[in-house]
């Protein structure tokens, strides 16, 4: 039996496994599709929100905040990609100025450090190609930029060399409460717990409502994406968000930690729990928006478009606790923004909760520190040919855009809880991520798969068992 069984792989539910792991207990997630940042955490804007735009008091305020402090000594630790460029909010209308001065203070009352308002002058200096339009900004210093898939790798696999199992391809159908334990029905058997961690995305709702009488209702609220080239990646440094009018929230321009251009996303309530597909209707918008915000749309350097979802719960704030009516269930439901930036300070308040419910202990032999994976593009040039010296595949470049070697992406398969799909290596290596999304190493990307696996080449999927590549060979 095991103490705790987290449901769900993504930002939350691998955060809790993490702080989870630092105690002497059998944990286990359960992750319903083939990988980790599968769901809910696998498209977003991938910032680290700074904390000024959470109504104070909320659970969102306080765990934005207390998470944008964690990213520091996190991603050092962990060694994710992390740079603390800043926000911008434009005002286009000197009128709404007073909008901005209560940003700034609902942000000081939530305790968000470097928070100013800066006028036109200052904003040109700062950002020459926004639009001729704002006339004003408030400036948050904390906010950052991250690599969203590393983040939620990186958590998952410290957690699993700490001793966390990982089952994937396993959906939770329904639980049975025994006097000791909770016991969890599977599309692949019963497990059984002490206490179970409801982190299951646009998807907790339901689990929650399997248990308890006090039923809760998330809407998947999807968002749209652009994502531009590097070549105009500088466009702007740091992140610029609209001050809401009255036409609407606006969108969100921001550089990747990657180097790219990102711009969305839109806010539509939908239906489907799986409806992450792009509209003309919700594009058309991002590109009639973003003309708010910078001088010229990049038309000519979108390489691909997305879009994700939001885990909106009809209480509009996070829900981490346990179930009242329920004893020993624990959720982690309406995560939605800023779920990724929260999701460190949201793993160690679950973690402390279930610590004092099960009375654990702390281990002495946590590992606190992941080395990651030997990606060529952030070594100096002598780190690279020493690492070519060691192993030839260092050198051999199969992703062009990106320039990523055969050494990375064999290296990112066996990695722990490694890539086994073309997509669960374009997120840990960016091999595919590039310009040509794909069209040139796709098919040496399976060919490695299926050498490395032993598995044959009709076998290797996009991302999950339904995503066939290779369906047969034409001259057989």
């Given at each position: 039996m095991y103490d705790v069984l987290i449901i769900g792989g993504g930002f939350s539910g691998s955060a809790i496994a993490r702080e989870l792991s630092k105690y002497n207990a059998?944990?286990?997630?359960?992750?319903?599709?083939?990988?980790?940042?599968?769901?809910?955490?696998?498209?977003?804007?991938?910032?680290?929100?700074?904390?000024?735009?959470?109504?104070?008091?909320?659970?969102?305020?306080k765990l934005n905040v207390q998470g944008n402090k964690m990213m520091d000594k996190l991603t050092k630790d962990l060694n994710i990609p992390f740079e603390r460029n800043g926000a911008l909010v434009l005002c286009f209308d000197e009128k709404d100025i007073p909008k901005l001065e209560e940003l700034k203070e609902r942000g000081e009352k939530n305790g968000v450090p470097g928070l100013s308002i800066i006028n036109q002058e200052e904003l040109r200096k700062l950002e020459p190609n926004i639009t001729d339009d704002a006339v004003a900004a408030l400036l948050c210093e904390s906010a950052g930029i991250i690599c969203t898939f590393t983040l939620n790798f990186a958590l998952a696999e410290n957690a699993y060399e700490n001793g966390v199992e990982f089952f994937f391809n396993t959906a939770v159908e329904g639980f049975t409460k025994k006097?000791?334990?909770?016991?969890?029905?599977?599309?692949?058997?019963?497990?059984?717990?002490?206490?179970?961690?409801?982190?299951?995305g646009v998807y907790a709702d339901e689990l929650h409502n399997m248990v308890s009488s006090k039923k809760h209702s998330i809407?998947?609220?999807?968002?749209?994406?652009?994502?531009?080239?590097?070549?105009?990646?500088?466009?702007?440094?740091?992140?610029?968000?609209?001050?809401?009018?009255?036409?609407?929230?606006?969108?969100?321009?921001?550089?990747?930690v990657d180097g790219n251009l990102l711009i969305g996303p839109t806010a539509e309530d939908i239906e489907d729990k799986e409806g992450v597909d792009t509209t003309k209707e919700g594009l058309d918008e991002i590109m009639e928006k973003s003309k708010m915000t910078l001088k010229s749309f990049p038309y000519g350097s979108v390489i691909t478009s997305f879009s994700g979802l939001r885990a909106h719960d009809e209480e509009d704030d996070f829900v981490v606790e346990e179930v009242e009516d329920a004893e020993y269930f624990f959720d982690a439901l309406g995560i939605e923004s800023p779920g990724l930036t929260s999701s460190p300070a949201i793993g160690l308040m679950m973690a402390n909760l279930i610590r004092d419910k099960l009375n654990l202990q702390e281990k002495d032999n946590f590992k606190e520190t992941r080395e990651g994976l030997p990606l060529t593009n952030r070594m100096t040039p002598e780190e690279h040919k020493a690492l070519i010296e060691k192993d030839s595949s260092f050198s051999k470049i199969i992703c062009r855009c990106e320039m990523i070697t055969e050494g990375e992406i064999v290296a990112a398969i066996h990695s722990p809880l490694g890539g086994k799909t073309l997509d669960g290596l374009k997120r840990r290596v960016r091999a595919g991520a590039g310009r040509c999304q794909g069209g040139f190493c796709s098919p040496k990307v399976i060919e490695i798969i299926s050498r490395e696996l032993n598995i044959p080449q009709e076998e290797v999927m996009k991302n999950n068992s339904n995503s066939k590549i290779i369906l047969g060979r034409t001259k057989e």
């Open positions: 059998k944990i286990a997630v359960l992750e319903k599709t083939e990988d980790i940042c599968e769901g809910t955490s696998k498209a977003n804007t991938a910032l680290a929100h700074g904390g000024f735009d959470a109504k104070p008091g909320t659970l969102k305020a006097e000791d334990r909770w016991i969890v029905h599977t599309n692949n058997g019963d497990y059984e717990a002490k206490a179970v961690v409801n982190a299951a809407t998947p609220r999807r968002g749209q994406y652009f994502l531009m080239d590097k070549q105009v990646g500088d466009t702007v440094k740091r992140t610029v968000f609209q001050l809401p009018t009255k036409f609407g929230k606006g969108i969100v321009v921001t550089p990747t």
